[in-house]
């Protein structure tokens, strides 16, 4: 039985059809990249999945239970965890804080007591090389470094899936490596599927992902393993543009 | 601290009342503190609460003063009875009002406070707009001298005792999951939804106990002291204003802001009734402007992030 699936979800603002008609099934332990241009309803579908909106048609199923319309919070203590495209660091907390706040109030069976959740915390830090900034207020972190908190305060919840929302836009490729190298490794040992939204770091696809989903104007065009979407004409097109007829 | 400004005003001769007028702006920032401060709405209809603490010690008073085995238990029902009612009605309106955010909260609660004080002057509940008045039966209950006691003295010690209680389920409160959840949903309500935190759940516990505090103060400050309860001087939204700007003077969500701000209003509003009489209010407000401007953190705010880093860290919470 797959982790999460899809079927046929559709949400639309008002006349855009911002998802239309959207089936996938995501196993435990996989890791997907969905990629798409700007305004392919990327973003739209993460909000679906993580319960930000309920869609308008069609179905999610995660861990053998619908949760088509449960609000977020219940679908966070069942392991769906996200980070988000525009850092939301509680600000006034520190890095330690914010961290603690996902082991505290994360998936149930693993939420825990204010004490055990930032030593939980502390350990999450230090895995993640973060340690020394533990104390720092989160608004006062770089943009990079926030992205990184929020994989760490995602990961504290211990999910079943892990949501990344663009986690490695704006970093430099030596950093991406590194984090590409440490989500494969928590991925493997904590056996959480992972699905990294990416727009157009292709470093990032190719190192991480085994299977790519495209999406496109809300549809999903393709499903493939990596090296073969990749390699797709119509993949090229949609981010290069058709080639010129002669 | 409200250990000291007790002894402060009890031990220095013609100084209780000013002691009692601090305590009582001290606890209402306290107690106004746990849900403005932690969860960052504004309440403009709180004044509601402490009204209906002040008529649930005021109902008490009024059945049970000739039930004489009761004694000086008869307060400790009407405390109660203060916070059931105002514990009550801050569910009612918890529940619906805070499904709504920002502006849109705030507006919502000031028409329950309105419709409520009309509400029971039009259907002349409790005495409707004539109020209950509780001074002879004080008196049949605990005497003339008992209850002037009662009203000049352990009026304002409950009062004191109520900041102190604030104080207290504060500091709980921010040691605890409940602070945790409640700074996030502060800092950014879809996040923390989406970390899983019940972020509706957190705010009806803030709101009760808040309100339930509030109801404390009112059946403290108003019944017992003043010995009666009027809908228009109870349902007053200045002391709502009141409440903000103590907490914002002092420092919202901070622990220590509502003692600062509420005694330096305190201190403000009486020192320049005495040296100003008639003018003190226009004085006050370009003060308290100048205050937020240079301080929009508040005063335990600026002083928290002065001390940062250093040995004083835990003490300014």
Known sequence: ?246 | MYGLLFLFGHYTEGMWQAAALCAFYAALGQAFNVFLGMTGYVDFGYVAFMALGAYGMALTVANLYDVAWLGSGMILIGLIAAMVFSGLLSMVVGAIALRLRGAYFAIATIGVNEGFRFLLEGIKLWGGSEGIIISSKLRDAFGSDGASRLSTFWADTFVFLTAALAALITLLYMQSRIGYALTALREDEDAAKVMGVNTTKYKIIAFITSASLGGLIGASAWTLKLTYVFPADAFAIHYTVEAIVIVILGGAGTLMGPVAGGILYAALKYGLGVTFPGLQLLILAPIIIVIIVVMPEGLIGVLKAKVRGTVLQKFIV
């Open chain 1, 1 to 246: 039985m797959s982790l999460l699936q899809l079927e046929g979800v559709t949400k639309r603002f008002g006349g855009l059809l911002a998802i239309d008609n959207v089936s996938l099934e995501i196993d435990s332990g996989e890791a997907i990249s969905i990629v798409g241009p700007n305004g392919s309803g990327k973003t739209t579908l993460f909000n679906l999945i993580s319960g930000v909106y309920a869609p308008d048609q069609g179905k999610v199923v995660f861990d053998g239970l619908e949760i088509t319309h449960l609000p977020p919070y219940r679908r966070a203590h069942l392991g769906i965890g996200r980070t988000f495209q525009i850092p939301r660091p509680f600000g006034s907390l520190t890095v330690r804080e914010n961290v603690a706040v996902g082991a505290m109030f994360g998936a149930h069976e693993h939420s825990m007591g204010v004490d055990a959740a930032l030593k939980s915390a502390d350990e999450r830090l230090r895995l993640m090389g973060f340690y020394e900034l533990r104390e720092r207020p989160a608004r006062e972190l770089t943009p990079v470094e926030m992205k990184m908190m929020e994989i760490a305060r995602a990961l504290a919840m211990k999910p079943k899936l892990l949501l990344l929302d663009e986690s490695m836009a704006g970093m430099p490729p030596k950093d991406i490596d590194a984090l590409v190298q440490l989500l494969k490794g928590i991925k493997q040992k904590e056996g959480i599927a992972v699905i990294a939204m990416v727009e157009h770091i292709m470093r990032a696809v190719v190192g991480f992902a085994e299977r790519v989903i495209v999406l496109y104007q809300g549809r999903k065009m393709l499903e493939a393993p990596t090296a073969q979407a990749l390699s797709d004409p119509r993949v090229v097109d949609v981010y290069l543009g058709k080639e010129l007829e002669q």
